[in-house]
């Protein structure tokens, strides 16, 4: 990534930072989107400010988004698990991918068949019923991975975002399991999770499980969501993944959901609450004059020299923010020019390889402000069937 500046004036020429910056990113894990020229460079000097009645950013969002699905293709002989799973955590079904070089299908419904995907790993995993023999499913891990799950629980995490439920059916070679066995299977991991991460455990538990829910895991102990909670809450954002907010993520879905259940706020819960109000506070006092968020996250201010860090900063704390906010907070001018500022990022690279992580996650940023604010976006188009186990 480029350098890092914490004044507002910026000492060298963005346009050449960034061009280095896209480039180094899409040689690693680009999502191509079409042939790069110093003249697609972005005009950081043009104001994006917010629409004065609003009435346009439906419109616009939806723009910025439909570029993002349409014109970057991603196809299973190019491109891993890890960029094509980002893409569905945005799009869910609606996400295609390229099955042979020319015809589209659902991403999701791919894997969920059966079909091949590099890094998309999964092995039988524990006897759940040692009546019939009938087992756990693990997805492998990879840590570090861009091509495969790169932290504990990620894609059961995804899965569940994408609207999964838990008796939807995935197939592993002649196999076939349920979203549950995933389920089942994590929660008896969960003492194999040397890095103690349960960012992406809690979205997938607190999807399928009450935030109350305890139960036994291959150690023999008692384990509750509460606790991961709490494991959670002690971990120093600063050296998470991505500046802490896909840990911070987790823990505003598992506190939103426990809200929703009607459970007391107390214990690890009230700690969890505290430290989502102060996660937010800090990310919307970082906010720079240009709508973006601070490439030091919750960390202290700061504004990137290069698009592709601000999109990747940007997008992580908005979608967090998506989830953080009361509906009068999402409705704040200022969250108005957070959104637009990464539909113009994403409108001016357009024909710019950009790093997957980074765009996925802002999409989805901007899928989750434009539901909240305006209603949920129409993704469908049609897409060829999945044929089972094929690809």
Same mark, same amino acid.
């Given at each position: #990534? ?23 990113? =899409? ?29 346009? %950013?439906? =419109? $616009? +969002? ?10 970057? *293709? ?11 799973? *980002?893409? =569905? ?45 009938? !087992? ?42 349920? +979203?549950?066995? %995933?389920?089942?299977? =994590? ?21 399928? $499980? ?6 036994? /895991? ?6 509750? %969501? ?11 954002? /600063? ?6 907010? *896909?840990? #911070? ?8 959901? *426990? ?62 923010? #998506? ?26 690279? !357009? ?6 992580? /980074?765009?996925?996650? /802002? ?9 909240? !604010? ?18």
């Amino acid at each position: #990534m480029g350098k890092v500046v914490e004044s507002r004036g910026l000492a060298w020429d963005r346009a050449s930072a960034w061009m280095v910056a896209c480039c180094v990113a =899409a040689a690693v894990t680009g999502c191509v989107g079409g042939n790069a020229s110093v003249d697609d460079a972005p005009d950081e000097s043009a104001a994006i400010g917010p629409d004065a009645d609003g009435d346009g %950013i439906p =419109a $616009r +969002i939806d723009g910025a988004l439909d570029l993002v699905l349409r014109r970057r *293709h991603l196809s299973l002989k190019e491109h891993a698990a890890w960029q094509i799973i *980002h893409g =569905a955590l945005a799009f869910r079904r609606d996400f295609p991918v390229l099955l042979d070089g020319e015809r589209e299908v659902s991403a999701l419904e791919h894997v969920l068949r059966g079909g091949a995907m590099r890094g998309w790993e999964f092995e039988p995993g524990d006897v759940l019923d040692p009546a019939t023999g009938h !087992r756990g499913l693990r997805a492998v891990l990879a840590p570090g991975s861009k091509s495969g799950q790169g932290h504990a629980d990620q894609w059961l995490g995804y899965l569940a975002e994408c609207g999964l439920e838990a008796d939807d059916e995935i197939r592993v070679g002649d196999t076939t399991y349920h +979203i549950s066995d %995933i389920v089942a299977q =994590a929660e008896l991991d969960v003492p194999r999770n040397v890095d103690r991460e349960y960012s992406w455990t809690l979205m997938g538990l607190t999807s399928y $499980r009450p935030t109350d829910h305890e139960w036994v /895991a291959s150690d023999g102990k008692q384990w509750s %969501i509460e606790d991961l909670v709490r494991i959670e809450c002690e971990h120093d954002l /600063a050296t998470s993944a991505c500046g802490g907010t *896909h840990r #911070m993520y987790g823990l505003t879905m598992a506190f939103n959901r *426990h809200l929703a259940q009607g459970r007391p706020v107390e214990g690890a819960w009230a700690t969890a609450s505290d430290r989502i109000a102060e996660s937010a506070r800090r990310a919307r006092e970082f906010q720079n004059p240009d709508g973006s968020f601070s490439s030091h996250y919750f960390e202290r201010p700061g504004m990137a020299a290069d698009i592709t860090q601000t999109l990747g900063s940007s997008g992580h704390v908005f979608e967090f923010l #998506m989830m953080a906010m009361t509906d009068e907070e999402v409705r704040d001018p200022k969250m108005e020019q957070a959104a637009l500022r990464i539909c113009g990022i994403l409108e001016r690279t !357009r024909d710019l390889p950009l790093e997957c992580g /980074a765009l996925y996650h /802002a999409a989805h940023g901007l899928v989750l402000y434009r539901t909240r !604010r305006f209603g949920a976006p129409d993704f469908s188009h049609p897409i060829a069937s999945v044929p089972d186990g094929k690809g």
